[in-house]
Nanobody, 115 residues
C-alpha cells in the first residue's frame, strides 16, 4: 500500500484546510486509516482515525469539533477537513493505514498556522 498526502500549506489562525490521502496498491486489505501529526521537538500524535467503510471515527480531544475525518472508498482517498485552525495545530501531518498485520505511512504534508 502506498499513501500520498496533499493539501498542506500556510494559513492564518481561524482558517481552514483540507488534507487528502490517496491510497494505492492493495487497498482492499486496509481496515483502518488515520491522520497523525508531529510538531517540531514533539512526539508524533494521533489526530483522528476512521474504520473501513467510514462507520466509526475517533478524534483527539484537541481537535474535536474542529476537524472532520472522512473516507471515499471508491476513490481510495481519505480526507481531513480542518476548521478553526490554531497555531498549535502547526505540524507535519501524516496519513496512516493498517491492514491486519502491516502498517503504512505517507511522507507527510506540512501545515503551518500563523497567529
Amino acid at each position: 500500500v502506498q499513501l500520498v498526502e496533499s493539501g498542506g500549506g500556510l494559513v492564518q489562525a481561524g482558517g481552514s484546510l483540507r488534507l487528502s490521502c490517496a491510497a494505492s496498491g492493495s487497498t482492499f486489505s486496509i481496515n483502518i486509516m488515520g491522520w497523525y501529526r508531529q510538531a517540531p521537538g514533539k512526539q508524533r500524535e494521533l489526530v483522528a482515525t476512521i474504520t473501513s467503510g467510514g462507520g466509526n471515527t475517533n478524534y483527539a480531544d484537541s481537535v474535536k469539533g474542529r476537524f472532520t475525518i472522512s473516507r471515499d472508498s471508491a476513490k481510495s482517498t481519505m480526507y481531513l477537513q480542518m476548521n478553526s485552525l490554531k497555531p498549535e495545530d502547526t505540524a507535519v501531518y501524516y496519513c496512516n493505514a493498517w491492514s491486519l498485520t502491516l502498517g503504512y505511512w505517507g511522507q507527510g504534508t506540512q501545515v503551518t498556522v500563523s497567529s
